[in-house]
């Protein structure tokens, strides 16, 4: 059931600027090659700044677990997550106008985990920015965002997510897809009760095309991502199976 987040962000992207089409004359040569890559080049209409996303894979809880998932995602607004996990936990993590959230319950009844308050938005907004690989369209040159190159396969981008700014950071092969993508997030993984930034990324698996747009389609998410910690640290297995630009 869409809950009323959901809308709420649906509205505010309705309500946004209109997307224009990426200028890539002016940005490094690398940052040029991802974008054409994801994005065919500048186009000929405006890439969608949010999209609708539906996933399978693995979650881990203490142990690995099924899950499906739709998102709304907004990477420089917000994001709504909803999924159901192992047909037992269902509940969504949000960011929406400046507030992040999780709410998730044991057959629709019974509160497992919930959670709020100032450390949650940061680093749910943080989350939003950074799965900007999954609507390149929302931070291409033009859009006010600033990316770097450092090397023929290392770039980077200042992405502003209502309020928050977040530093991603891109590893691409010769062809400008994306192999890893990594940021640092405010969170707690060890669940010491101290709230700081930690390393947090994606090791790419797969691309595939939808529409007019390339992504990751697969991959490993996680927290301490290219340390030596990444092997505990990775929690989350993705596909996407269905992808529709909104907005």
């Given at each position: 059931?869409?809950?009323p987040?959901?809308?709420?962000?649906e509205?505010?992207?309705?309500a946004g600027?209109?997307?224009s089409r990426?200028?890539?004359?002016?940005?490094p040569?690398?940052?040029?090659?991802?974008?054409?890559?994801?994005?065919?080049?500048?186009?000929?209409?405006?890439?969608?700044?949010?999209?609708?996303?539906?996933?399978?894979g693995?979650?881990?809880?203490?142990?690995?677990l099924?899950?499906?998932?739709?998102?709304l995602?907004?990477?420089?607004m917000?994001?709504?997550w909803?999924?159901?996990?192992?047909?037992?936990i269902?509940g969504?993590?949000?960011?929406?106008?400046?507030?992040?959230?999780?709410d998730?319950?044991?057959?629709g009844?019974?509160?497992?985990?919930?959670?709020?308050?100032?450390?949650?938005?940061r680093?749910a907004?943080?989350r939003?920015?950074?799965?900007?690989?999954?609507?390149?369209?929302?931070?291409?040159?033009?859009?006010?965002t600033?990316?770097?190159?450092d090397?023929?396969?290392?770039?980077g981008?200042d992405?502003?997510?209502?309020?928050?700014?977040?530093?991603?950071e891109?590893?691409?092969?010769?062809?400008?897809?994306?192999v890893s993508?990594?940021?640092?997030?405010?969170?707690?993984?060890d669940?010491?009760?101290?709230?700081?930034?930690?390393?947090?990324?994606?090791?790419?698996?797969?691309?595939?095309?939808?529409g007019?747009?390339?992504?990751p389609d697969r991959?490993?998410?996680?927290?301490?991502?290219?340390?030596?910690?990444?092997?505990?640290?990775?929690?989350?297995?993705?596909?996407?199976?269905?992808y529709?630009?909104?907005g």
């Open positions: 059931m869409t809950t987040a959901w809308h709420e962000l509205q505010r992207i309705r600027a209109p997307a990426p200028d890539l004359d002016d940005v040569e690398p940052v040029a090659r991802y974008f054409t890559a994801a994005l065919g080049g500048a186009g000929v209409h405006p890439p969608a700044a949010a999209a609708v996303l539906e996933m399978r693995e979650i881990r809880l203490r142990r690995w099924p899950f499906r998932s739709r998102q995602l907004a990477p420089r917000g994001t709504v909803e999924a159901r996990v192992a047909c037992l269902t969504s993590d949000r960011y929406v106008a400046g507030v992040g959230a999780m998730w319950r044991l057959l009844l019974i509160p497992v985990m919930r959670a709020e308050g100032p450390d949650v938005s680093s907004a943080a939003a920015a950074g799965e900007s690989i999954w609507v390149p369209g929302a931070v291409a040159p033009g859009t006010g600033v990316w770097t190159a090397g023929a396969d290392r770039i981008a992405v502003e997510t209502d309020g928050h700014a977040v530093r991603v891109h590893s691409i092969d010769a062809h400008g897809r994306l993508s990594s940021f640092l997030r405010w969170g707690d993984p669940g010491t009760g101290t709230y700081a930034e930690h390393r947090f990324g994606v090791d790419v698996l797969g691309h595939r095309r939808f007019d747009v390339t992504i991959g490993e998410v996680g927290w301490h991502h290219g340390t030596d910690r990444w092997e505990d640290g990775r929690f989350f297995r993705y596909r996407i199976t269905a529709e630009p909104f």
